[in-house]
């Protein structure tokens, strides 16, 4: 079982690039989530999904996009990157019942922004 | 600004020794979560407490939780350098199961 899988695990971009990160989970998640990590801070949320069809703005979402593509895929698009968003990206999923909050996380996104 | 803070920012600590994270919220919440990250890698659920619940155990791990003063601790019990790490709570905000909201974490260092 591969989880979560995001995609690509590291990426250099100059100023004004746009690109799209991809994530996608195998568990059959409902909700699916996009977060950032600064050095040194924890996780701010930029966009969630809570299931299929669905996309709502989480602490961050100025200068992001999501789209939820199906129910295995979650992706974020940069559509013209500033510096301000170098960090470290990760994705989440969670399967929604009432017994079951916790959510999966994949490996990261290292984007530089320069 | 963020739901919740942890607190020590740092913490170095000999194995062997017990490692007390603690944790404040701002909001009321459903539950509370605990989760560690191991340098450069995604995070990983330790465990949850309910809001109707005080303590809970799971192996070395302890946490409690006090909705009066909007607090949770961690408790790692018997350190071993292989628990060092970045230790995270988060936290649902109130209403909703969908914005799980994250703290700045807490570093431990266990040295051998």
């Known amino acids: 079982n591969a989880g979560v899988t995001q995609t690509p695990k590291f990426q250099v971009l100059k100023t004004g690039q746009s690109m799209t990160l991809q994530c996608a989970q195998d568990m059959n998640h409902n909700s699916m989530y996009w977060y950032r990590q600064d050095p040194g801070m924890g996780l701010r949320l930029i966009y969630y999904s809570a299931s299929e069809g669905t996309t709502d703005k989480g602490e961050v979402p100025n200068g992001y996009n999501v789209s939820r593509l199906n129910k295995r895929e979650f992706s974020l698009r940069l559509e013209s990157a500033a510096p301000s968003q170098t960090s470290v990206y990760f994705c989440?999923?969670?399967?929604?019942?009432?017994?079951?909050?916790?959510?999966?996380f994949g490996s990261g996104t290292q984007l530089s922004v320069l | 600004s963020q739901q919740g803070e942890e607190d020590p920012q740092a913490l170095s600590i000999q194995e062997g020794e017990n490692a007390t994270m603690n944790c404040s919220y701002k909001?009321?919440?459903?539950?509370l979560q605990w989760y560690r990250q191991n340098s450069g890698r995604g995070l990983v659920h330790l465990i949850l407490i309910r809001s109707n619940e005080r303590e809970k155990h799971s192996g070395r791990l302890r946490v409690t939780l006090d909705t009066s003063k909007k607090s949770s601790s961690l408790l790692i019990t018997a350190s071993r350098a292989a628990d060092t790490a970045s230790y995270f709570c988060?936290?649902?905000?109130?209403?909703?199961?969908?914005?799980?909201?994250f703290g700045a974490g807490t570093r431990l260092a266990v040295h051998p």
């Open positions: 989440a999923s969670r399967k929604v019942s009432d017994s079951n909050e916790k959510l999966f």
């Open positions: 988060a936290t649902f905000l109130s209403g909703g199961y969908n914005k799980l909201i």
């Open positions: 909001t009321s919440i459903n539950n």
